[in-house]
């Protein structure tokens, strides 16, 4: 499994959307994670787990910006 990391979110970001936006590459179901602040704040930033290196560099270079 390789890692996604991914910031610059808008706060009001919620699983759904992240998973809805990389609905075509073959990522781990429910592995999205959120930052948050201890407060309970989104942080801007997530991550979610792509079954192979090669599915995340797509992922990454398709969707980037």
């Given at each position: 499994?390789?890692a996604?990391?991914?910031?610059?979110?808008p706060?009001?970001?919620?699983?759904?959307?992240?998973?809805?936006?990389?609905?075509r590459?073959s990522y781990?179901r429910?592995?999205?994670?959120?930052?948050?602040?201890?407060?309970?704040?989104?942080t801007g930033?997530?991550?979610?787990?792509?079954?192979?290196e090669e599915?995340?560099k797509?992922?990454?270079?398709?969707k980037?910006?």
């Open positions: 499994m390789v996604l990391k991914m910031r610059g979110l706060w009001r970001v919620e699983v759904d959307e992240i998973e809805q936006f990389f609905s590459y781990i429910e592995s999205v994670r959120i930052g948050q602040l201890e407060d309970g704040r989104k930033q997530a991550a979610l787990l792509f079954l192979n599915e995340a797509n992922a990454m270079n398709e980037q910006g």
